[in-house]
């Protein structure tokens, strides 16, 4: 279904997931708690900000098929429900993922602030791990700055940048296609526009002739709201949109906001921006995105951005067999720091979607790094054998990392518990069942 839609993740999420748990923990499911529950669904929708008529659609999609046609064969009602939710909310999200090809000249083009520049340099890091060699060309010589802060973004990620010194935007195009023209892919960072301004359209439309772009991918932030199917029209008669980036999903505002796979251009989203880091960057999976929104996890995406970050397999193994020192734990805390924020990882763990307050998420994530700073001020043999750290040395790590006395206790406190229940888990828990599994994408034999 390519519709743009406008919805506010948190608050749909919590909703969602509300409704999963009363399908999954109920007692009796029946046809008159079934008719509550679409009614829920209607009303969670609504309040998100999906289209009225949209979210009438969807629910008597789900009151058809769970209520009216025959319920397929080996599924219960309950299992029924539960799956025909899930297929019209990734139905309604996207359906099945969008493909970018490789070897392409790709412009981003998209409203003031959306976020291109970063998102750029986001791009052309993903290509890196592709394996292929990306070139960015500035094209925003609108907004002060602009072309400065692309070049910056392509030294971190040591990617060659083209900019025009005269500013001159139809040149850079030329010179830039000319310049990276060995190069597998180029990716035209265009300046902000509103696409119905005309004379910043008709730059727009030159530089698509220029260019010949083989993608013209819309940048649109989360949090725009119901104006990004006016602008996707918009753009999509000047240059043709063949795919679009959600920036900003981890705001606070919109929280998720639009997610666009407009009807007028057919294109679908092909990535989401979801913090500010280079590494915050996601290929957009309707599925996975959906097992997140109720709550019920993503442990493929997980375990891709495990692998991404080559986490020690050695020290994951003493993890898991409770034989890990200091060392050990601080190394899983900088993995985790690598993989992003703790609200996006325990949202990947199945069935700890919104069980955690993002306030508690916020204060361990806290802790961590308050961990981290101790255990860096311990010895080698203190961070090896913990056991030897006594009062005189908890006083000297204390003053060391400029932390309380009681912050280092309690360091020592959770990796004792942490380690006896770990042990408890490794001596056979952890070596049957989905554990296992998980240990085999590591390649670890438990």
Known sequence: MNIEFDIMFNSLSKGLSSVIRKITTGTTLDKEAVQNIVQDIRKILVQSDVDTSLSNQICENIRTKTLKNDIPKGLTLREN????????????????????????????????????????????KYFIKQGLKPGLVALDY???????????????????????????????????????????????????????DGNLANELKKLNEIIKPDESILVLPADLGKIAKVQAEEFHKIVGITGVIITKMDGTAKAGGSIAATSVSGAKVKFIGVGEKLDDFELYNPTRFVSRLLGLGDLQTLLEKA????????????????????????????????????????????????????????QQEGKLKKFKHIIQSMTKEERELPSIINLSRIIRISKGSGKNETDVRELLNQYNSMKKMMKQFGGGGMKRGPMKDIAKQFGISL
């Open 142 to 196: 609108h907004r002060p700055g602009a072309s400065e802060q692309l070049e910056q973004l392509g030294k971190q990620i040591n990617v060659p940048v083209h900019y025009d010194k005269n500013k001159n935007v139809f040149d850079a195009a030329k010179n830039g296609m000319e310049k990276f023209s060995k190069l597998d892919v180029i990716i035209f960072d265009t300046s902000g526009r509103n696409a119905l």
């Open 307 to 362: 692998k991404e970050i080559e986490i020690n397999k050695d020290s994951v193994e003493r993890v898991m067999e409770g034989k890990f020192t200091l060392k050990d734990f601080i190394d899983q805390i900088e993995a985790m720091e690598k993989m992003g924020p703790m609200s996006q990882i325990v949202n990947m763990i199945p069935g700890m979607g919104n069980k955690i307050s993002e306030d508690k998420l916020n």
């Open 81 to 124: 429900v539960l799956k025909v939710i899930y297929d019209e909310l990734v139905d309604l999200l996207g359906g099945t993922p969008a493909n970018i090809n490789k070897k392409k000249k790709i412009m981003l083009i998209g409203l003031f602030g959306s976020g291109k520049t970063t998102t750029s340099g986001k791009l052309a």
